[in-house]
């Protein structure tokens, strides 16, 4: 019986190979953080405007079956006394596995001296993870583990910290969106031990904004990423601003990925954004590239004006 197990954990294990999941799973890679921080750390809840709301759809290696399709809402806003709350919904599909993430943020923010503050967010967070058996074609019919079952599905709970310091347009953030490792019923064996399973992340964001007393400023963003077992990553973007009304800008991430970003403020809080990546060295090239959009509306505080200011002097 524990070598059919076995046989039947090496099966699961192919088809999530086959899928392009990664064995020691973390949240997608995307690039809605650029226009939206709450969607990397809870210590940002209700720190940008009163209440914000944005919705991306994520379409990765488009030329690629089974390629991944990932939907988000992100949702913050002020609460009294310094507080803010907020919420992710996230959902990827890549192949035959479906992943189903929702968090809870709440926020601190606490004034150290004029222009300098501090923000403590922690966030509670519910996994389900689906492996979509129905199309599958099994080697060995009678699999104790996949024989007679349309789905694998399991579910896990765990807990994030974010620790935010920002001085007038500068900011920096640590994040742990996940404290604890998720175990599941086939950790048994060591060979398996983090396939599907959540493990510890760990995020670094740096944000700045250059801002002039002409229309025009420049924004640079760098995210640093580690999760338990499984490589590191950064990114690092450049934007021009016009305005606080539109900006474009470009892209890189580790292992030669390159993106290009633009988007626009339309009214007085309606926001659009648009990012097109692209690796020569992805799928030998013939992945056609990942598209990202995002929309939301972000409310302006009647206390900030959406104006620029001389930070420079």
């Known amino acids: 019986m524990n070598r059919m197990l076995k046989k039947g954990l090496s099966t ?31 210590a940002f809840a209700g720190k ?44 990827n599909v890549a192949g035959p596995l479906e992943n189903l993430t929702v968090n809870l943020n709440y926020a601190y923010h606490l004034t150290l001296a004029m222009d300098h503050s501090l923000s403590f967010g922690i966030n509670g967070t519910y996994y389900q993870n689906v492996l979509d058996l129905t ?3 099994l080697a060995d019919p009678n699999d104790p583990v996949l024989a007679g079952r349309s789905s694998i599905s399991e579910s896990y709970f765990n807990m ?4 935010l310091y920002s001085w007038k347009t500068l900011e920096a953030c640590v994040t742990l969106p996940l404290l604890f490792n998720n175990r599941s019923f086939y950790n048994s064996d060591k ?16 944000g700045y904004h250059l801002q002039t007393k002409g229309d025009w400023g420049a924004r640079f963003s760098f995210l640093y990423r580690q999760t338990q077992y499984t490589p590191w990553s950064f990114d690092v973007a450049a934007r021009a601003v016009y305005k606080e009304m539109a900006w474009f800008g470009l892209l890189y991430r580790k292992n030669n990925i390159i993106g290009v970003t633009g988007g626009l403020r339309i009214g007085k809080g309606l926001m659009f954004n648009y990012t097109y990546e692209y690796s020569p060295s992805a799928m030998m ?4 590239g990942t598209h990202e959009i995002t929309l939301g509306y972000r409310m302006i505080s009647k206390s900030v004006k959406p104006t620029m200011k001389d930070y420079i002097k």
């Open 191 to 206: 060979v398996y031990s983090h396939v599907l399973t959540l493990d510890r992340n760990f995020l670094v964001y740096l």
């Open 160 to 163: 994030g910290l974010g620790l």
């Open 48 to 91: 940008e405007s009163p209440f914000e709301v944005f919705a991306t759809s994520r379409i990765e290696w488009t030329n690629i079956s089974g390629h991944p399709i990932i939907g988000a809402i992100n949702l913050s806003g002020e609460l009294p006394k310094n507080m803010g709350i907020g919420g992710n919904i996230l959902y």
């Open 285 to 288: 090239g013939k992945s056609s």
């Open 12 to 42: 699961l294990l192919l088809l999530v190979i086959l899928s392009g999941a990664a064995l020691s799973q973390q949240f997608p890679i995307m690039d809605q953080y650029l226009v939206t921080p709450s969607s990397i750390s809870p």
């Open 135 to 137: 199309n599958a074609v």
